[in-house]
C-alpha cells in the first residue's frame, strides 16, 4: 500500500505561487494516476486536478484551469501542483491522492496523503 506525503503548504498572499509536492513511499509510483484535492473550511472536498500514468495526459477541473498545473517525476516518486495567481478562495487543505484504475476525471481514489493546509491572504 503506497503511503503519500505532501509538503509546501503554507501562507501567501493573493496573486502569488506555490508548489506542492506529494512524495510516494512505494517504488511502483509510476504505475499510480494522481490526483489532488482540496477541501475548505466548511466545505466537501473537492477535486482539482489528476495526471496519467506517464504524465503525458492531465485533468484540470473549471475551477483552477489556467492557474494549477499537475506534474509528476517518475524518477523521484513525487507528484507536483504548481498554483499561480493564488486567490483567497483557494484557501483549503490539499490532499494527493493515487489510484491504479480509472479515467483521469474519476474522483474515486484509493490512497491518500495526510494534507497540508494552503492559506492565501487578501
Known amino acids: 500500500q503506497v503511503q503519500l506525503v505532501e509538503s509546501g503548504g503554507g501562507l501567501v498572499q493573493a496573486g502569488d505561487s506555490l508548489r506542492l509536492s506529494c512524495a510516494a513511499s512505494?517504488?511502483?509510483?509510476?504505475?499510480?494516476?494522481m490526483g489532488w484535492f482540496r477541501q475548505a473550511p466548511g466545505k466537501e472536498r473537492e477535486f482539482v486536478v489528476a495526471?496519467?500514468?506517464?504524465?503525458?495526459?492531465?485533468y484540470i477541473t473549471d475551477a483552477v484551469k489556467g492557474r494549477f498545473t499537475i506534474s509528476r517525476d517518475n524518477t523521484k516518486n513525487t507528484a507536483y501542483l504548481q498554483m499561480n495567481s493564488l486567490k483567497p478562495e483557494d484557501t483549503a487543505v490539499y490532499y494527493c491522492?493515487?489510484?491504479?484504475?480509472?479515467?483521469?476525471?474519476?474522483?474515486?481514489?484509493?490512497?491518500w496523503g495526510q494534507g497540508t493546509q494552503v492559506t492565501v491572504s487578501s
Open positions: 512505494d517504488g511502483t509510483f509510476s504505475s499510480y494516476i
Open positions: 495526471i496519467s500514468r506517464s504524465g503525458g495526459s492531465t
Open positions: 491522492a493515487a489510484k491504479n484504475r480509472g479515467l483521469l476525471r474519476d474522483p474515486i481514489y484509493d490512497y
